[in-house]
């Protein structure tokens, strides 16, 4: 590797953690598992070994995670409140322990205690009076959140006996079965996700009312101030004795094999408990051997976290669906016998391409292994073969399409089938009228895709500008069709139905109306957005915007050459060609008179400028962003005067780099000494 690839590669991987950081600690949310997160942050550290010239200030190796709220008053920790390092690995608890042997020319005593996936927190006392709490933020100031944290039960707001200062620190968490008891409440419209994120939007509530109402607890682990106890056991069985809640499962250990026999043993004995854990935190007991060994800016020497894997569970395989999408590839999705995992109910994942299907080698009834993260995504992991019924049938692609039964076609060095019936097949016309009433096309909000999917089996609409022809009187006999008993129809699954959906089309007799004002006020969207919604193969949002810039309206974008569209810049040949068939296929050829008799307006209005602060510079955006979609930050960014490009060339000046960012516009940018923008930097230059 080449010290500009490394250079890159180092550039995507903090700008990556530090979102994940973000959302983490800030917004509640968790992007990708612990173990995706920690395996990355691990590349980081051993890149930044190699090359320690290109270390960054704001590398996440280089500071914790930060969690402060503006709404909050700050409070400076005196002792910083680092992070843990983690490893999921026995060997490298092992090599823990060597290095401390090392170190100390002498064997060590540990502690073990159980790791809770709640918030971290710290409260200070001041003569036995609780002054303050405060949350980790940075890891040097924090948030001070007193008035929520006085609401546990359980943390004492005064000690009479105590006449000197200390700060004691654990983590705040939320029950399972008061997370299980929302979740089941069919009153509640605003369930909580999972038990970890609920605790740290809890800690972080504007109303002091709602940590009561939902009795979170804390558990205490460390303690500073006046030495109670040469060694950490006797310390905090001293707090325990004070009052304070201290964990559940805590054990001494005489040396590493202890630890890593309790390591095993906890990993059965914490699945009682009624809250969420996820690891064992490894410390060393004696006070002065921890003195000696200090800390780096991020971590203590003197302590590892061992991270139990993330939770999988076995279930039966019941069959395989291929799903065609809007522009005819064909997805398989495995459903199974429905699991729970992370508190969700699971009974779906999606098995991506025909690679990973041939990968699992899945049969029929196949007992398969499901894992989910956090709030990831959850997919099928493995497949035990042992449990597989002898002259199980393999799982295979079906040669044609599920819906309409067309032959499918693979591209050669393609994952994924096509269904290139792509008129007749209304699985794609279903895909294509939710991508159209889609956030950043459309956006009519309040026409979900299972009612788009509703009134495509049922043949009120056989094709997406239908529902600008759409009446009241049409909806109220569509209403009425369904509470005839001899009138059968299909749901949205393609299952018969009756009668019994007389709840549901109540409901959609006092929302008609409504429904219809959104879906005819979105004739006021701008023309960007109606050209990304059409839905042509490899026109994004950008591109769309891009055309229309360039062009001037719709009508001049459908009739331009693929030459002429090819000379646009960031638009390459493909995305013309695309555009160039799209237009003229004998379906489309009166679209656009259509569109503009529904009341479209087919012309380009450019956004007015507020801010001359990018005049002169190119902009190219990369990867997810949290402030919105990539087109609605390209507007901004054109309103403060830039150009925006879709790739990085010798004119680019800046990269604006979100989540997941491309890898080849990074190692660009850098070989071209691009300046590279984070979010939040980008953001800085916006409030300037």
């Given at each position: 590797m080449t010290i500009s690839e490394a250079a890159a590669k180092i550039a995507a991987?903090?700008?990556?953690?530090?979102?994940?950081?973000?959302?983490?600690?800030?917004?509640?949310?968790?992007?990708?598992?612990?173990?995706?997160?920690?395996?990355?942050?691990?590349?980081?550290?051993?890149?930044?070994?190699?090359?320690?010239?290109?270390?960054?200030?704001?590398?996440?190796?280089?500071?914790v995670g930060e969690d402060r709220d503006d709404f909050f008053l700050k409070v400076h920790h005196e002792i910083p409140m680092l992070s843990l390092?983690?490893?999921?690995?026995?060997?490298?608890?092992?090599?823990?322990?060597?290095?401390?042997?090392?170190?100390?020319?002498?064997?060590?005593?540990?502690?073990?205690?159980?790791?809770?996936?709640?918030?971290?927190?710290?409260?200070?006392?001041?003569?036995?009076?609780?002054?303050?709490?405060?949350?980790?933020?940075?890891?040097?100031?924090?948030?001070?959140?007193?008035?929520?944290?006085?609401?546990?039960?359980g943390i004492p707001h005064s000690l009479p006996n105590i006449d000197f200062d200390f700060e004691v620190r654990g983590e705040v968490y939320m029950l399972n079965s008061y997370f299980e008891e929302?979740?089941?409440?069919?009153?509640?419209?605003?369930?909580?996700?999972?038990?970890r994120n609920a605790t740290s939007g809890t800690v972080k509530t504007h109303d002091p009312n709602k940590v009561a109402e939902r009795r979170l607890q804390c558990a205490l682990y460390q303690y500073y101030g006046k030495e109670l106890a040469p060694d950490h056991w006797s310390t905090i069985e001293t707090i325990r004795q004070w009052g304070f809640p201290i964990g559940e499962l805590r054990k001494q250990c005489a040396g590493i094999d202890e630890v890593l026999e309790t390591i095993a043993a906890w990993q059965t004995a914490r699945t009682v408990l009624d809250y969420d854990t996820d690891g064992v935190v490894v410390k060393v007991d004696n006070l002065a051997v921890r003195n000696r060994l200090g800390a780096t800016s991020h971590s203590p020497r003197w302590a590892i976290a061992y991270k139990y894997p993330p939770e999988q569970k076995e279930t039966r395989l019941n069959r395989v669906e291929f799903q065609v999408g809007r522009t005819g590839v064909v997805t398989p999705v495995a459903v199974f016998d429905t699991i729970k995992l992370n508190h969700a109910d699971i009974q779906k994942a999606t098995l991506h391409n025909a690679d990973q299907l041939r990968r699992l080698d899945l049969h029929e009834h196949d007992t398969i292994l499901i894992e989910r993260a956090g709030e990831v995504i959850p997919k099928v992991v493995g497949v035990n073969k042992e449990k597989r019924t002898a002259g199980a049938t393999p799982i295979e692609y079906p040669a044609l399409c599920p819906c309409c039964g067309t032959p499918l076609q693979r591209e050669e060095g393609q994952s994924?089938?096509?269904?290139?019936?792509?008129?007749?097949?209304?699985?794609?016309?279903?895909?294509?009228?939710?991508?159209?009433?889609?956030?950043?096309?459309?956006?009519?909000?309040?026409?979900?895709?299972?009612?788009?999917?509703?009134?495509?089996?049922?043949?009120?609409?056989?094709?997406?500008?239908?529902?600008?022809?759409?009446?009241?009187?049409?909806?109220?006999?569509?209403?009425?069709?369904?509470?005839?008993?001899?009138?059968?129809?299909?749901?949205?699954?393609?299952?018969?139905?009756?009668?019994?959906?007389?709840?549901?089309?109540?409901?959609?007799?006092?929302?008609n109306d409504q429904l219809l004002d959104k879906i005819h006020l979105s004739v006021n969207r701008p023309v960007e957005t109606l050209l990304f919604g059409?839905?042509?193969?490899?026109?994004?949002?950008?591109?769309?915007?891009?055309?229309?810039?360039?062009?001037?309206?719709?009508?001049?974008?459908?009739?331009a050459t693929v030459e002429e569209m090819s000379n646009v810049p960031n638009?390459?040949?493909?995305?013309?060609?695309?555009?160039?068939?799209?237009?003229?296929?004998?379906?489309?050829?009166?679209?656009?008179?259509?569109?503009?008799?529904?009341?479209?307006?087919?012309?380009?209005?450019?956004?007015?400028?507020?801010?001359?602060?990018?005049?002169?510079?190119?902009?190219?955006?990369t990867g997810k962003l949290f402030m919105g979609s990539r087109p609605e930050v390209a507007k901004r960014v054109k309103a403060m005067g830039a150009i925006v490009q879709s790739a990085v060339n010798k004119q680019t000046?800046?990269?604006?780099?979100?989540?997941?960012?491309?890898?080849?516009?990074?190692?660009?940018?850098?070989?071209?000494?691009?300046?590279?923008?984070?979010?939040?930097?980008?953001?800085?230059?916006?409030?300037?």
């Open positions: 991987l903090v700008v990556e953690l530090n979102q994940y950081n973000d959302a983490y600690y800030n917004k509640n949310k968790s992007l990708v598992s612990d173990l995706e997160y920690d395996l990355k942050k691990k590349e980081l550290e051993a890149l930044e070994a190699l090359y320690p010239s290109l270390i960054r200030g704001d590398s996440p190796t280089q500071k390092d983690n490893t999921y690995s026995y060997e490298e608890v092992r090599e823990f322990d060597k290095r401390l042997h090392e170190a100390l020319g002498e064997s060590v005593t540990y502690v073990c205690e159980l790791k809770y996936d709640g918030m971290a927190i710290a409260l200070h006392y001041e003569k036995g009076q609780l002054i303050y709490a405060s949350t980790r933020g940075d890891g040097v100031v924090g948030d001070n959140v007193t008035s929520n944290i006085l609401q546990i039960e929302q979740a089941r409440d069919p009153e509640n419209k605003n369930r909580l996700k999972t038990p994924y089938f096509i269904c290139s019936n792509h008129e007749g097949c209304i699985d794609q016309k279903i895909a294509r009228t939710i991508h159209f009433a889609s956030r950043n096309a459309l956006d009519i909000r309040s026409l979900g895709d299972k009612r788009i999917e509703e009134w495509y089996r049922n043949g009120l609409i056989k094709e997406t500008l239908d529902l600008y022809s759409l009446t009241s009187e049409q909806l109220q006999e569509y209403v009425k069709a369904y509470t005839l008993k001899d009138k059968i129809k299909h749901n949205l699954f393609g299952e018969k139905i009756t009668k019994s959906m007389q709840q549901r089309l109540d409901a959609y007799r006092q929302s059409l839905g042509i193969p490899n026109l994004g949002e950008v591109q769309s915007e891009v055309l229309l810039e360039h062009f001037g309206s719709l009508e001049a974008v459908a009739q638009v390459g040949r493909v995305m013309a060609e695309a555009v160039w068939n799209y237009f003229r296929l004998e379906q489309n050829k009166g679209l656009l008179d259509r569109l503009a008799a529904i009341g479209f307006d087919l012309q380009y209005r450019s956004q007015h400028r507020f801010s001359d602060s990018l005049v002169g510079e190119s902009v190219v955006i000046t800046i990269l604006i780099v979100g989540v997941r960012p491309n890898a080849k516009k990074l190692k660009m940018a850098h070989e071209y000494a691009v300046r590279i923008l984070t979010e939040e930097e980008f953001n800085d230059l916006l409030n300037q």
